[in-house]
């Protein structure tokens, strides 16, 4: 399985291969092409050895927040990590938010629209579901990044979609009497 992995500026890509019970051995994929394979033993409940190469290190681990703490020494390190879906719809959050105006809700990966539950001309609060989309046998609720009118709807129910497909667009106009 893929991850997702932000260590202070750094965010790299992982791949999991044959995780089990205390022990997982990992590929590290850097973007350069580069890759490192390293063998992830659970030593105690928090504690943990990883063998690379020839080198061990110990560490010992926190999760705070959803983020994971690690503790190599005097300084902890802050790693957050999430798996390729919720990578993905985080980035269609965070890519929705950061607008301003006229925002167009986008699929976050290829699935189907299971349901629209907003209609043209409607008020929407920030936050309130938009559509059902079924990716990778879920179904992801998409929520509105603003407060403001749906203007458009590109979506039907039952339609498929591929990645960043637009869905709604939601804009600042005055709600129509």
Known sequence: MGYIVRLNALK?????????????????RFEDGRTIELDAHRVEPNCFSVIVGT???EFDCDVQNGDIELHFGNEPLIVSVLDEREALLQRAKEGAAAQEGEVTVTAPMPG????????????VEKGQGLAVIEAMKMENELKSPIEGVVLKIFAQEGQALEGKAPLITIG???VSS
């Open 55 to 57: 080198r061990v290190y």
């Open 12 to 28: 790299q890509r992982l791949e999991v291969e044959k995780p089990g019970l205390g022990l997982a051995s990992v590929i590290v």
């Open 172 to 174: 600042q106009a005055a």
């Open 112 to 123: 189907k629209v299971v349901a629209v539950l907003v209609a043209e001309g409607e008020k």
